[in-house]
């Protein structure tokens, strides 16, 4: 279990943010969503836009992977094809519009010593969110994910390291109608 640790020198090889934005929100669509879930407002931007500012703002490499799969294991294998010469991989599903580009930064970093590094929100029993960043030498366990496991396969083949942040975007995806309510709160709340 690490604490968080603060953006202190640039990293000589960093991961590279693998925000997915493949799925149907059928969840999304079920509790009364009329648009995609990633395309649904959050103040003045998109989820998917708010999420990919931050990814910007944390100035690590970023891919977007928005073609349809199967599942999240087949977008992450898709994803990690298309950015094979990275040194790492950060995997950020895209309806995450609260994550902060600190927290990015500091999973990445602890990616640097670490094989798997898992964002827990505040204490060691809190709960598991993402980005969930891997290592080089997770890629071909990464490469022959398939299906809607995402990359639990991966989590149980290596030795994943949690790391504590304080960051509630971690853990505040949409999948509904009230999930995003409580995200717009929340964001107001942030600009106030």
Do not use: Y
């Not at 990445?108 to 964002?119: E, G, I, K």
Request: a neutral charge; aromatic letters at 4%.
């Amino acid at each position: 279990m690490l604490g968080a640790m603060a953006p202190t020198q640039p990293m000589s090889s960093p991961p590279t943010v693998l925000v997915l934005a493949s799925g149907r929100g059928e969840r999304f669509a079920a509790s009364g969503g009329r648009v995609h879930k990633l395309q649904a407002l959050l103040g003045d931007k998109t989820v998917l836009e708010h999420t990919l500012a931050a990814v910007r703002a944390s100035g690590l490499p970023w891919h977007l992977e928005d073609v349809g799969h199967p599942g999240m294991g087949d977008s992450i294998a898709a994803a990690v094809r298309a950015t094979a010469n990275a040194d790492g991989w950060m995997v950020l599903p895209g309806d995450l519009p609260l994550i902060q580009a600190a927290t990015l930064w500091q999973v990445a970093q602890a990616l640097q010593q670490h094989a798997v590094v898992v964002p827990v929100f505040q204490t060691q029993s809190g709960p598991r969110g993402h980005p969930v960043g891997f290592a080089r030498s997770c890629r071909e366990a990464l490469l022959a994910l398939k299906g809607n496991q995402g990359a639990a396969p991966v989590l149980r083949a290596f030795v994943a390291t949690e790391l504590i942040v304080n960051d509630l975007g971690t853990v505040t995806d949409i999948d509904t109608l009230q999930d995003l309510e409580r995200a717009s709160a929340l964001w107001a709340a942030r600009q106030a």
